[in-house]
């Protein structure tokens, strides 16, 4: 890191260590002024940290509480929005196709959210096949429906296990007590999309509730406009490429897209309570096109092709039912299922991929389904019947079915309605198996001011050695209001079921993954000030190991494998392999300060994290960790106009200089970076007098940014580069960055009716 973002870390932690001390000395003078009251109501209450319920202040990890109330009055509409614009520590990321999560320094490109575990009322919506959880669009949790998003930053896996190495978001939806009538909405986001739901909240009786809500969400817009590039000669074809579905034989890819992006995703969330049983169901269907590939190291794929997509299919149901067996034990079961697909396409002329297969053009054809269910028992013991001294054990045992494949089509064939495969299939997984995972958390609170939390999970998969993550946290209050946490967490990622088999023509079977293991500390103060006014400060150091990675082989790697018969290679010398590559130490701060006045007309909220990161493959030199910024900010402010006058809100966030995915593996001389970015938001909304219930909502977004940290296109390395065209590329940096859309603006209205009104 440059020494210009060191000293600026340095000056950001001291002002807020400064401030924390301030606010520690004044908070005698400051508790006389406060009453219990207020305190005990500005905290949130969170469950996803241990699994049980806890104020905020007291939980074993820093964590974000986001209230439906900001959800519309800062114009969330998704939960990457929400992790953006309202939560400490957390940022995504998004290359135009998906979208990334980073947390703490640390972001993993293209790994769709894997790193981070998604819940939804504490079921894992992460898939088996490659990991992934989708905040975008395609997360398919209708906003109107969430009560409060939960997100914990730091290792989760001792009670959650794979997946919660940056973190657990769990989102919490209604329930109809509170929810109570009829819901419908619509919105436009003018000249790009619109989105039309429905929902209802139904009490039946005193030991019933249903919740319900379903969503369609539509995307026509806008073109982009993507720098073109020359990407030279096929030498097969003995012609340039052609990367336009019916265009010329020219070698140049990028330009002006008419068919892309494009996106069609209905969904729904059905929640039904019934005494002691919690029954919910969720699905979603995500199919949106593909304006150009991603990372595509072949430097094969077509540009704007009408026919490029891909799709996300997910049902899920998980049942629960509570049982006080006495006045200390309270036994919790639970048995899930989901079902998932997808089906993905990427069409080239290449003649290595097509020609020599007897066809001009042709199209790769990826399908996968993965089937999961699984059983969970949990007891808590609370032995003082007081909550100061509660044991949590748990056992979850989960079955697992996955099949994929990959066709290669003639792309003409297709066209004409006919299908036709040039090719074997490759890319073929049959994988079923069963993991375990058994859990202990201890928790005691022997004073008022010491509250002590520890635990472990052992996770027991085929694919490698029983994994184990502990945890241990200790905070103490030493004086009103005020709160200090000490955290030792530790957290593991399994390989997925692609990253473990996948293969292909150009891509070698991994051999032996390992899971990714992280270990962090941390310490951190909060003070509650006045009322609902806090601050909070901590610091952390994370390591990182064994990290999974698509490694692109050498060709002295390439020849090896075809001497010992894993691979046959037609005119081809680029192959890739999922290998244990990297390790990734971090250290920073987070902090932030949030609040409202007595009446809670006027809210506001400053949130700032910075860290330094050392990214290690082996490789070569040690660098920073590509497309994680060195700091990252979010502020907001908001204030609701007397009498039946609207809300008026402003959100923003700033995100630090950032290398992009291949600043550091792509031979680009000098490394591309992109600038600093600032993405600003205002809404206004309010109710509409003249029909009850009936209110609306209008957002404005810009971002600064012009680029996302993403390399694009066929030219993934200097190594392979040709001429530019594009004229907005420095000339000796032959490489297209993934476009913004830096202006959307979105009205819309709700309507709420029935007995909730």
């Not at 301030?22 to 949130?44: F, G, K, W």
């Not at 390992?514 to 270990?519: D, K, L, N």
């Not at 006058?645 to 591309?672: E, W």
């Amino acid at each position: 890191m440059s020494a210009g973002p060191f000293r600026r870390t340095r000056r950001l932690c001291g002002a807020l260590l400064a401030a924390t001390a301030v606010v520690a000395a004044s908070a005698p003078a400051l508790a006389q002024d406060t009453s219990d009251l207020q305190q005990l109501l500005a905290e949130p209450v969170i469950t996803t940290a241990s699994k049980s319920a806890e104020t905020a202040s007291v939980a074993p990890a820093m964590s974000t509480t986001i209230t439906a109330t900001d959800l519309r009055r800062y114009g969330i509409h998704t939960l990457a929005e929400a992790l953006d614009f309202l939560s400490l520590g957390a940022w995504t990321s998004s290359n135009g196709t998906t979208t990334d999560v980073g947390a703490r320094g640390v972001i993993l490109p293209q790994d769709r959210g894997s790193h981070v575990l998604l819940l939804v009322d504490g079921h894992a919506v992460n898939e088996p096949i490659f990991g992934t959880a989708l905040v975008d669009r395609g997360s398919g949790i209708p906003l109107e429906m969430i009560d409060h998003i939960e997100v914990i930053l730091g290792p989760g896996s001792v009670l959650y296990g794979s997946n919660a190495m940056l973190g657990v978001i769990n989102v919490i939806t209604k329930r109809a007590k509170e929810w109570q009538g009829g819901h419908a909405v619509g919105e436009w986001e003018i000249g790009k999309g619109a989105r039309a739901a429905a929902g209802v909240g139904l009490v039946l009786g005193e030991d019933a509730e249903v919740t319900f809500m379903a969503e369609y969400y539509r995307q026509y817009g806008p073109s982009l406009n993507v720098l073109t590039e020359q990407n030279g000669f096929d030498e097969v074809a003995l012609h340039p490429f052609q990367f336009h579905a019916g265009g010329p034989r020219d070698g140049v890819w990028g330009g002006t897209t008419t068919n892309t992006p494009r996106a069609d995703i209905p969904s729904g969330v059905l929640h039904l309570t019934w005494r002691n049983f919690d029954v919910e169901m969720g699905g979603k269907i995500d199919k949106q096109s593909l304006p150009y590939d991603i990372n595509d190291v072949s430097g094969e794929a077509y540009f704007d092709d009408p026919y490029a997509f891909q799709t996300n299919r997910h049902l899920w149901v998980d049942a629960k039912h509570h049982a006080t067996l006495s006045e200390v034990v309270l036994l919790t079961s639970r048995v899930y299922a989901d079902t998932y697909d997808y089906e993905r396409t990427a069409d080239t002329s290449a003649g290595a991929e097509c020609l020599i297969y007897g066809s001009a053009n042709c199209r790769a054809d990826a399908t996968g389904v993965g089937q999961w269910m699984g059983l969970e028992e949990q007891v808590s013991f609370d032995w003082l019947r007081d909550t100061s001294l509660v044991t949590l054990v748990g056992a979850e045992g989960r079955l697992r079915r996955v099949n994929t494949k990959t066709d290669t089509l003639d792309y003409d064939a297709f066209v004409a309605g006919a299908t036709r495969n040039i090719r074997s299939s490759y890319d073929v997984i049959g994988y079923r198996d069963e993991t375990l995972g058994a859990y202990a958390q201890q928790t005691w609170r022997p004073t008022p001011w010491l509250g002590l939390n520890a635990g472990a999970r052992l996770d027991v998969d085929p694919r490698f050695s029983p994994q184990v993550s502990p945890r241990a946290a200790a905070t103490v209050n030493p004086w009103k209001g005020g709160t200090f946490k000490a955290i030792y967490a530790q957290a593991f990622r399994a390989p997925s079921i692609g990253e473990s088999y996948s293969y292909g023509p150009d891509q070698l079977a991994a051999q032996n993954l390992r899971p990714e293991v992280e270990r962090s500390v941390e310490g951190s103060l909060e003070q509650q000030i006045v009322g609902p006014n806090k601050l909070v400060f901590g610091v952390f150091r994370s390591w990182w190991d064994d990290l999974i990675e698509l490694h692109l082989l050498s060709l002295q790697e390439i020849a090896q494998a075809e001497a010992n018969g894993s691979l046959s290679l037609l005119n081809n010398s680029i192959v890739t392999q999922y290998r244990n590559l990297t390790t990734i130490e971090a250290s920073g701060f987070d902090g932030g300060v949030e609040g409202a006045t007595t009446d809670g007309s006027l809210r506001y909220a400053l949130n700032v994290s910075a860290a330094t990161t050392t990214f290690d493959d082996g490789r070569g030199p040690t660098h920073p960790v590509p497309v994680a910024p060195t700091i990252f900010g979010n502020a907001r402010v908001s204030y609701d106009l007397p009498g039946a006058l609207p809300t008026v809100a402003l959100a923003g966030r700033v995100l630090g200089q950032r290398p992009t995915d291949r600043a550091f593996d792509g031979n680009f001389s000098p490394p591309p970076f992109v600038g600093p970015e600032l993405g600003l938001r205002g809404t206004i909304s309010g109710d509409i007098p003249i029909l009850k219930g009936l209110s609306y909502r209008a957002t404005i977004d810009y971002t600064s940014a012009s680029f996302a940290p993403y390399v694009v296109g066929p030219v993934q390395s200097a190594v392979f580069a040709g001429p530019q065209t594009g004229p907005a590329v420095v000339v000796g940096n032959p490489y297209v960055l993934a476009p913004l859309d830096t202006f959307r603006a979105t009205v819309g209205l709700q309507w709420d009716f029935g007995s909730g009104q």
